[in-house]
């Protein structure tokens, strides 16, 4: 698939026209230029990822369909009016990934570990609980927060099981993902340098990237569980 350098207007164009026409009748009669911009945001997505493997290692990149599932959900409206990508991390090695949402109004990058496994999110608290102070230290930092601004992310309300409720990083331990979001305007996404500047915020993530993998691969005590 070619690769496709910025965003158009046209796409969002079309976003906008599906949130006031979200039924089946309507896309389905306009379903020919929808497919012509699924085509080229993916080949945007691909080049999102090609920017990346230039310092990552990506295992896949993912677009989700349009379609949605409405089965136990109290919207009934079929479609989604954005368009969402995912970019996983190598494997075992080095865990997390990105994500990129694109929509009128709604765009944002996100990152980090938004659903670990239960195995990865007690090892990574009891990592807290030992020592935090790295941790704090690299999101912390002032080239990543003026991007991505605080960690974020679902927490348990006071400790979890196991976990002293007054523990001094409690803060962080309560945590049940460990991510990342930077908002976006219309203005950014369109623009001919949101290429680079995708990039350039997913740059800046790597220190804590690097810190979690250390973490991920590794026991309390240093050593290489791979």
């Keep these: 698939m070619a690769v496709?350098?910025?965003?158009?207007?046209e796409a969002f164009d079309f976003l906008r026209q599906l949130e006031k026409n979200n039924n089946k009748e309507w896309f389905e009669a306009?379903?020919?230029t929808f497919k012509k911009h699924e085509t080229a945001v993916k080949g945007f997505y691909e080049a999102v990822k090609d920017k990346l493997n230039h310092h990552d290692e990506i295992e896949k990149m993912k677009m989700f369909r349009i379609y949605r599932d409405v089965r136990f959900s109290k919207d009934k409206t079929p479609y989604k009016t954005h368009f969402g990508g995912s970019f996983s991390r190598l494997g075992s090695h080095l865990r997390g990934g990105y994500y990129l949402h694109?929509?009128?109004?709604?765009s944002f990058l996100a990152t980090g570990f938004w659903d670990p496994n239960?195995?990865?999110?007690?090892?990574?608290?009891?990592e807290l609980e030992m020592d935090a102070s790295e941790f704090?230290?690299?999101i912390g930092q002032k080239s990543l927060k003026s991007i991505w601004g605080e960690l974020k992310g679902d927490t348990v309300k006071t400790a979890p099981k196991g976990f002293d409720k007054n523990h001094p990083d409690i803060d962080l331990i309560k945590?049940?993902?460990f991510i990342f979001t930077r908002d976006l305007t219309d203005a950014e996404v369109l623009s001919d340098s949101f290429l680079d500047e995708v990039d350039k915020s997913y740059r800046a993530i790597r220190p804590y990237f690097n810190l979690m993998s250390d973490i991920l691969t590794t026991n309390l005590n240093g050593e290489s569980i791979l």
């Design 4 to 9: 496709q350098t910025t965003i158009s207007k």
């Design 30 to 32: 306009n379903k020919k």
């Design 102 to 106: 694109l929509k009128p109004g709604g």
């Design 118 to 126: 239960k195995e990865d999110l007690f090892r990574i608290r009891k």
């Design 136 to 138: 704090r230290k690299v």
């Design 175 to 177: 945590y049940q993902q």
